[in-house]
């Protein structure tokens, strides 16, 4: 028996349940798993060993096969996010089209009307229009509002100009953009009659249809090598006054008529409906990627034998206490992410359902808490990516073993789909609103930020003696404070002279910054609680209640200047926590391998040599170095002789 099978069999979970929760029910939790399954079988979907050996062409060419492959097991079911997970996992890389069907797609089906949808919708899924979504600009990417593309109605043809006046204006860094795309979901400035009417949304013919050869006016290409996204084709793209028919702007929010009149209906942020959907899956989808690295690294720390014990007996490296430090309290957050991930979901899709009949009173808190919840779990993935690797000692650092593509592939996702610091002082801004609500209209908080009803009774909290039922209410008392000290602080400047802006762009920004991820972090520690209600399982109960205290108590150690600078808690209180800290390492580690597991990868989606389930790092490892590595199947001798030849001789 290996040592993995031995850690499973003293396992007291049920992983049943565990997996319902994470893929939102038992059933579909089975379907994923089938899924995960059917990939295994299929070559197409696999990523080749050798595929960080290969030039930049060869892997973008590979990807084709791949992306269709996933596209026909998934039926084109472009709708249903969780459709995602497989490409996600099985891709070493990003994958060819990903950007039109994850935000093009769904901003067509909000922003477009229906007679838009029926013009493109069809031929969008089919891939004969591959569109790609191209907003940021060589010199604005975050501040959407100053971009420079230009869109100038014409009265006379009933058309849109489509004009890059500046090198500033040149589209950069759309995905799908630089090779792929045919068509182009184009934001610019709407000019009527000299009058700008804001950013609205175009769709664009780059290239024709036939050819692939760009159309008059368009220039267009790929940006370049990038830190990873090698197979991404993220482009460049310049417009000299290219004319579109005026049905081309997308038109359910915003019209205008043949004489130029423009009409706006709903709430603005509307057009950032489909930016939404895209964090909706990187708060749905890619913390995932998460469970792949815990998979591996949990894998081989359980394998891994360095040094003995005082009985002379080698120890696994999981059993040092930090190697549990490293990795037990990522685990506790990937089930935080994933857990309120879900939750978050729900609410933005009520919030669709309802923009859909035209009520926006969701609009401002969904927003507000995917800016955050995006930041703070895109955030995660990456820091998860290189600890995992860190607790792998030098295996972890091969491609081989699966976590340095973790890394690299996810690491442009605190960047993109608005960069994270702007994330977290979005909703910093919705939380010191919240502050003024609570005092004259405490009834119009919203259900998610309901803690702000009680501001005063959480003010008011002290706690002498740590216990794990004051969990909750430290987290929520650091959230309270550092929001109420930092619009205190906004009172002060503005009081001192300082207009509100300058205050909140170079005074305020940590702040607002420490508020902002402390309440997402007090946002997932609810989530995963009421989550852990709809287990029956007594013993599974036990377990995840431990990892969610891990989870509550790593966060409260790792940030408790607000609570000791508010004397909520004493040194005394402090030591306790700490203490209750290496308890729950201890409670979690014989159960850390199941709990993972839950996530029900297959070996073919982790692309490791290291952390595959039956726990055979050192056979997989010398197998792929000798079997799989192209580069021991040329011949250099005659190369290397050569080499010696030029050498200078000393
Ligand atoms: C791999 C990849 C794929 C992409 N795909 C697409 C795509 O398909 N389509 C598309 O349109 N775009 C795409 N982008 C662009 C991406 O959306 C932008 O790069 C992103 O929104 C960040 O904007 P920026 O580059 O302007 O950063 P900047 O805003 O210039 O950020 C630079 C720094 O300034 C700071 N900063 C800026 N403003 C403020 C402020 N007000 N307060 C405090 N700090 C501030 C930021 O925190 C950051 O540290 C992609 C980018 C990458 C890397």
């Known amino acids: 028996m290996t040592s993995l099978e031995q850690v499973r069999q003293l396992s007291k979970i049920d992983q049943i349940q565990i997996a319902g929760l994470i893929f939102g029910s038992e059933q579909r939790a089975k379907e994923v798993k089938q899924f995960l399954a059917d990939c295994e079988k299929i070559p197409e979907v696999q990523t080749n060993a050798d595929f960080y050996n290969w030039s930049r062409k060869k892997q973008f060419l590979s990807k084709d096969k791949q992306g269709f492959s996933f596209m026909k097991m998934i039926n084109n079911q472009v709708d249903d996010m969780e459709q995602y997970t497989g490409p996600m996992i099985y891709s070493a890389t990003t994958n060819h089209y990903g950007v039109y069907l994850a935000m093009v797609v769904p901003a067509l089906k909000i922003l477009g009307t229906q007679e838009q949808i029926n013009a493109w919708l069809d031929d969008l899924i089919q891939i004969r229009k591959a569109a790609c979504y191209a907003q940021t600009e060589l010199g ?23 004009n890059t006046p500046t090198i500033q204006a040149a589209k950069f860094w759309p995905g799908d953009l630089g090779i792929l795309a045919n068509w182009a979901l184009v934001f610019a400035q709407l000019i009527v009659d000299g009058t700008n009417y804001g950013v609205q949304s175009f769709m664009v013919q780059i290239r024709d249809e036939q050819t692939h050869k760009p159309l008059k006016g368009i220039e267009v290409g790929d ?22 028919p005026k049905f081309n702007m997308l038109a359910k929010y915003i019209s205008i008529s043949p004489q130029g009149k423009v009409m706006k209906e709903g709430d603005p942020k509307i057009s950032y409906a489909s930016m939404m959907m895209m964090r909706k899956l990187l708060n749905t989808v890619y913390p995932k990627a998460a469970a792949i690295s815990l ?6 720390s359980y394998t891994r034998q360095q040094f003995t014990n005082d009985k002379g007996v080698e120890n696994s490296v999981i059993e040092y206490q930090t190697q549990q430090h490293k990795l037990l309290p990522l685990l506790a957050n990937l089930f935080a992410v994933v857990l309120s991930g879900n939750v978050t979901s ?14 926006f009173s969701h609009m401002n808190a969904c927003h507000s808490l995917l800016c955050g919840t995006k930041a703070n779990y895109t955030h995660f993935v990456v820091n998860c990516a290189e600890w995992c690797r860190l607790s792998c000692g030098g295996h972890g650092y091969a491609h081989y073993s699966g976590l340095p593509s973790i890394y690299q592939e996810h690491s442009p996702n605190v960047t993109l789909e608005g960069e994270n610091q702007i994330m977290f002082l979005q909703l910093a801004r919705y939380l010191l609103k919240l502050l003024k609500t609570s005092q004259k209209n405490p009834e119009k908080i919203p259900e998610q930020f309901s803690l702000f009803k009680r501001i005063n009774e959480i003010l008011s909290f002290k706690c002498d003696q740590f216990q794990t039922s004051n969990i909750l209410s430290l987290l929520e008392s650091s959230v309270i404070h550092l929001i109420t000290q930092t619009g205190m602080k906004m009172m002060q400047e503005i009081q001192g002279g300082m207009n509100p802006k300058a205050a909140w762009d170079y005074k305020l920004g940590t702040s607002l910054w420490e508020s902002a991820n402390y309440f997402i972090e007090y946002y997932k520690f609810v989530c995963f609680q009421n989550t852990i209600l ?48 290496e308890n729950l390492l201890n409670l979690i580690k014989p159960e850390a391998l199941s709990l993972v597991e839950s996530f029900c990868l297959a070996d073919g989606g982790l692309r490791t040599t290291i952390g595959r389930a ?12 000798v079997n799989e590595n192209s580069l021991n199947k040329i011949d250099f001798s005659n190369t290397v002789n050569q080499l010696k030849n030029c050498r200078p001789k000393l």
């Open 534 to 581: 709809l287990v029956t399982h007594k013993q599974t109960q036990v377990v995840l209640t431990n990892l969610l205290n891990l989870f509550g108590v790593t966060i409260l150690l790792q940030n408790p200047l607000a609570l000791l600078e508010n004397d909520v808690i004493t040194q005394q209180t402090m030591k306790q926590l700490r203490d209750e800290y």
């Open 295 to 300: 998979t591996i690294a949990l894998r081989y």
């Open 223 to 244: 940006i370049g090598p990038k830190m990873g996204y090698q197979v991404k084709d993220n482009g460049f793209l310049k417009f000299d006054n290219v004319r579109i």
């Open 346 to 359: 729900k609410f933005v899709d009520l919030n669709f359902t309802e923009v859909q009949k035209g009520n």
């Open 140 to 162: 604005h990417g975050s501040d959407i509002q100053s971009l420079q593309t230009t869109a100038t109605y014409d009265k006379g043809t009933q058309e849109f100009v489509i």
């Open 614 to 625: 039956d726990g055979k790092p050192y056979e997989y490892t010398y197998d792929w170095a």
